[in-house]
């Protein structure tokens, strides 16, 4: 099995940063695509951004030039720096990564983190 935990996550004025980190631990051989999504009240889950192993990434439009995504492979751990947060990046931030599980067959799997609140008010 394998858990994904994120933190970093709180109450933050408009205009501010927050950084969300989600540490994958378990029966991991290896993990491709890591990514962010957000699910508002309301609202369906989005994506918010991606990256592959090897570093490229990809944003949703509503993200571009303030939020960056990275990873530590070594930790198994992706991050999500937001930099000018806006009153409608307030939302539930869910971590997933694509798993190569530490098994016999080294199946493969997409796991989901518990998610963590991103608030932005003033």
């Known amino acids: 099995q394998v858990q994904l935990v994120e933190s970093g996550g709180g109450l933050v004025q408009p205009g501010g940063s927050l950084r969300l980190s989600c540490a994958a631990s378990?029966?991991?051989?290896?993990?491709?695509?890591m990514g962010w999504h957000r699910q508002a009240p309301g609202k369906q889950r989005e994506l918010v951004a991606t990256i592959t192993r090897a570093g490229s990434t990809n944003y949703a439009d509503s993200v571009k030039g303030r939020f960056t995504i990275s990873r530590d492979n070594a930790k198994n751990t992706v991050y999500l720096q937001m930099n000018s947060l806006k009153p409608e990046d307030t939302a539930v931030y869910y971590c997933?990564?694509?798993?190569?599980?530490?098994?016999?067959?080294?199946?493969?799997?997409?796991?989901w983190g518990q998610g963590t609140q991103v608030t932005v008010s003033s």
């Open positions: 378990g029966s991991i051989f290896s993990i491709n695509d």
């Open positions: 997933n990564a694509d798993v190569i599980q530490r098994d016999r067959l080294r199946s493969r799997r997409d796991y």
